[in-house]
């Protein structure tokens, strides 16, 4: 069973409530809860976020996430890969290379979410 499938478990036996009752609370199928505690399939990111909603607890904590693993990531290499992919998207798209200013627009819009 993987982090998540064992996690979801845990909060949900934690809190006392039934697969079928959170099923009904989140608004999806009891089956498709029980197929994400026994990780035979995953759900979506969004609902990732109501199950989370639902506990109070942040997203990174069902995924066993620890809370500073972004302090592992290179940053100033995925800021620099993901500038290459914009700039060679927008370059297929519109057959020019962005602008500084639009690049930056593109990061801060980036940010924001």
Do not use: C, H, W
Not at 79 to 89: C, H
């Amino acid at each position: 069973m993987d982090k998540l499938a064992s996690n979801l478990k845990k909060m949900r036996e934690l809190k006392g409530v039934s697969q079928y009752k959170l099923a009904e609370e989140l608004n999806i199928k009891r089956s498709a809860y029980g197929n994400y505690e026994t990780g035979m399939s995953y759900p979506e990111f969004y609902t990732l976020e109501k199950i989370a909603d639902y506990y109070k607890i942040d997203v990174r904590d069902l995924l066993g996430l620890a809370p500073d693993f972004e302090k592992g990531l290179d940053i100033d290499k995925e800021a620099k890969e993901l500038m290459e992919n914009i700039k060679e998207y927008y370059y297929k798209k519109y057959r020019e290379i962005p602008s500084k200013k639009i690049l930056i627009k593109i990061i801060d819009f980036i940010k924001k979410i």
